[in-house]
């Protein structure tokens, strides 16, 4: 007879224990049309398919579904359609970083620093503001004879009918090359010179400078940058003082380095408009009872012009501009003082009136609604909050610090928007949307945010259709980016990130699509320009033919699968429906298993549509895991004659997995009673169930076998098993049932 150890006490059985496996899985009613989880296969399926609830999950929840980590690339713009995100393009040379670009009279202009710039494909052509000096469309006076032959080059220049062409021997000598002699022109007050150059040689820096004189006596003058040989070079020259240099009469060429037999070009020498202290913050397209025009203002003064030629000082304008009410408006960077020209008199004479309060920095001016009623407003907002003006008269207004709060970072503050009746406003890391009733936090500061490397302040946004297009200025430190978010449907989805740091994204700017074929996104890095498309016609790109595509993605990382996370199980296989995929434009899959990360190990690539061969796990045997992170490449090829059309595309990846749960058991066995003492020990085991712990129990009966301990439950009562003997019923067992109901 053999013997059991339950609670520690020996207990003698009738007959053998039977032993069976317990099915961990409690039993589940599921209704509706059938979906993968319905599937009666012993595997688990996991779909992904739809990602517009946007970045910044690190982990998956179960109430977040549709979400990434992070991507580089890719276009998830769209549920079941991941392509390639868009090419981009850099717009030949700017040289400074431009902080605003804009539309203007079908063209695109950009502003930095003190330089303004018009787009005519495939560079940028400088609109100087400020005073020509010299067209050099005439030729000059030669200084040394033979030595320095002057003409005028109608067939090699920048602007206008020619440029100033200079062939220098090899006999010539430092010293004056040349000259130009210019109606007396005042230059006091200013500091740089701006003009082309362009030698058959390479030039550095002070082998040349263009002097100024009054009535022979020189003035002032500026060394000539660096040149490239062969190519025109755009040229701001910091000259000396020009505080005597009321009377300017002529331009002189000298030399002051030999450089042999070369020829050299100079063409518009321009006075500038502002010093170069005194940047560029904004400009503004504005319409009035007369003409439009272009206003591109500092902190100090404005300019404008109504031909994009031709510019004038805009008298009593200055700081961040918003049209608003039949007036244009100007406001201080420290809030205090809001400027307006009259009442459809763009070019007018300007009033100012003071407001009091402690605004911090202020970084933006915008037209809106008030949220309470819907009355038109002005808004501005800085380092210290978001306010509206009530503007009273024309001499006088209050402005008002509306409802919200956000962090009083440096840069919070930095642009604000009205629109689809909600004020949007940077926050530093993240962005306010401002409702009529209450204020939602919707940046990408959220949840677990950007990943390190990514991440900056707000500094830019701008709408396309239902898009709020927004940049990441990632600074000296970090990559920046530009993402975007859907009103209606919320997440923010990446667009583009720059290759390396310390290359901010500071301006943003949208061309439609009766300007750029598909519309286009230009945008600041670094000192470059750059430009996508963008359609403002729908947000599938795969309904677009002309539509075009970046080469490659860096990744769309998925959530970390923690589904069970503290369960052992095992990675099967991976399905995918695809199109447009082929030998050269393919998909890849990497993952990383239990914290490492997701691009560490690579399982294969889809090269076929729509149903590609499922790529396996461990050769099919599978791969054992307790949390699992998935990371997507596209890649396209470079056949054909617009490959930049093509992109692989992502429908579905369902995800294969079995949990191997540790088996747990239960045992039934009859343990001896009789008569005399069944009762008793029906009362034993009744406690044994009623207790609040386990019981501990040994099926061999011997308790130095501790592998065969087992932490159990009492679950099923005592059942008496009887015998006839002598006509009476006499007990003989009690037949219990005990069961793991946990095993780490």
């Known amino acids: 007879m053999r013997t059991i150890l339950l609670n520690s006490k020996p207990y003698k059985i009738l007959g053998e224990i039977t032993q069976r496996a317990i099915n961990p899985w409690m039993a589940k009613i599921s209704s509706g049309s059938r979906e993968y989880d319905d599937l009666s296969s012993q595997a688990s399926p996991k779909e992904y398919h739809d990602f517009r609830n946007g970045l910044g999950l690190q982990s998956e929840l179960p109430a977040e579904s549709n979400r990434l980590w992070w991507a580089e690339g890719i276009d998830f713009s769209t549920a079941r359609s991941a392509v390639l995100g868009p090419l981009v393009n850099k717009a030949g040379a700017f040289g400074v970083a431009p902080v605003k670009i804009i539309d203007f009279e079908n063209a695109t202009y950009a502003f930095g620093a003190s330089i303004i710039k018009k787009w005519n494909t495939p560079n940028w052509d400088t609109k100087f503001p400020g005073t020509e000096i010299c067209d050099c469309d005439d030729v000059w006076t030669s200084d040394q004879g033979a030595n320095v032959v002057c003409s005028a080059d109608t067939s090699d220049k920048k602007e206008g009918t020619g440029s100033a062409k200079f062939a220098i021997a090899d006999a010539a000598t430092t010293g004056d090359c040349a000259h130009k002699s ?44 660096a040149c490239v040989a062969g190519v025109w070079t755009e040229c701001e020259v910091v000259t000396s003082d020009l505080s005597t240099s009321s009377a300017i009469d002529a331009l002189y060429l000298q030399c002051h380095v030999d450089k042999g037999a070369h020829d050299l070009w100079i063409d518009i020498i321009r006075l500038d408009a502002f010093p170069p202290t005194d940047s560029f913050i904004d400009a503004i397209v504005a319409t009035d009872a007369t003409d439009s025009y272009l206003v591109v203002s500092t ?13 004038a000082t805009l008298t009593g304008c200055k700081g961040y501009l918003a049209f608003y009410n039949t007036k244009l408006h100007g406001i201080a960077t420290t809030g205090k003082t809001l400027y307006s020209s009259a009442a459809d008199n763009i070019d007018g004479t300007w009033t100012s009136f003071n407001m009091s309060g402690d605004f911090g920095t202020v970084y933006d001016l915008f037209e809106g609604k ?24 024309v001499t006088e207004g209050h402005a008002h610090k509306q409802e919200v709060e956000y962090p009083p970072l440096t840069y919070s503050g930095h642009k604000g928007i009205y629109w689809n009746a909600n004020v949007w406003v940077a926050t530093g890391y993240g962005i306010l949307k401002v409702g009529p009733s209450m204020a939602t936090f919707v940046g990408p500061d959220l949840d677990d945010g950007l990943p390190s490397g990514y991440q900056g302040y707000i500094y830019n946004m701008v709408t396309v259709n239902n898009w709020l297009v927004f940049c990441v200025n990632g600074g000296t430190t970090d990559r920046s980016s530009i993402l975007k978010r859907n009103s209606s449907l919320g997440g923010n989805l990446q667009v583009y990130t720059t290759s390396e740091v310390n290359k901010p994204i500071a301006c943003l700017h949208h061309s439609p699509s009766s300007l750029y074929t598909n519309g286009r996104l230009w945008f600041g890095e670094g000192t470059d320009i750059k430009y996508m498309m963008f359609p403002d016609i729908t947000s599938n790109v795969k309904q677009i033919a002309t539509y075009e595509y970046a080469q490659y993605a860096e990744g769309g990382t998925l959530p970390i699968l ?31 298993l239990n914290g490492a990360s997701a691009g560490t190990t690579a399982l294969g690539t ?75 020990r029906i009362v034993e085991f009744e406690a044994f169930r009623d207790t609040k712990t386990l019981l501990t129990f040994n099926p061999t009966g011997d308790t130095a076998k501790t592998a065969f301990n087992f932490y159990v439950a009492l679950t099923t009562m005592p059942m008496r098993f009887w015998v006839e003997e002598q006509g009476t019923r006499q007990t003989k067992g009690i037949q219990i049932t005990v069961e793991q109901v946990f095993s780490g």
């Open 606 to 680: 889809f090269k076929t549509s729509p149903k590609p061969a499922i790529l396996t796990f461990g050769s099919g045997l599978g791969i054992e895991f307790y949390t699992i992170q998935f990371l997507i490449l596209l890649y396209r090829g470079t056949s054909g004659t617009t490959p930049e059309r093509n992109s692989p595309e992502l429908e579905s990846l369902l995800f294969y997995y079995l949990p191997r749960l540790v088996v747990i058991n239960a045992w039934t066995f009859i343990i001896e009673a009789t008569d005399e003492d069944a009762e008793a």
């Open 562 to 592: 923690r589904k069970l996370a503290a369960i052992s199980k095992v990675a099967l296989g991976l399905a995918a429906i695809t199109k447009s995929c082929n030998d050269n434009d393919y998909i890849s899959i990497y993952y990383g």
């Open 182 to 225: 210019i109606t007396a022109m005042d230059l006091t007050g200013h500091t740089v010179v701006s003009f082309w150059a362009k030698s058959s040689v390479a030039l550095n820096a002070g082998d040349y400078d263009i002097h100024f004189l009054a009535g022979g006596v020189s003035k002032a003058g500026g060394n000539i940058p």
């Open 370 to 393: 008030l949220l309470s009623d819907g009355t038109p407003t002005l808004y501005f907002c800085g380092t210290e909050g978001l306010f509206n003006i009530d503007i009273v008269s």
């Open 299 to 311: 902190a100090t003064k404005a300019i404008y012009t109504t031909d994009g030629t031709a510019w």
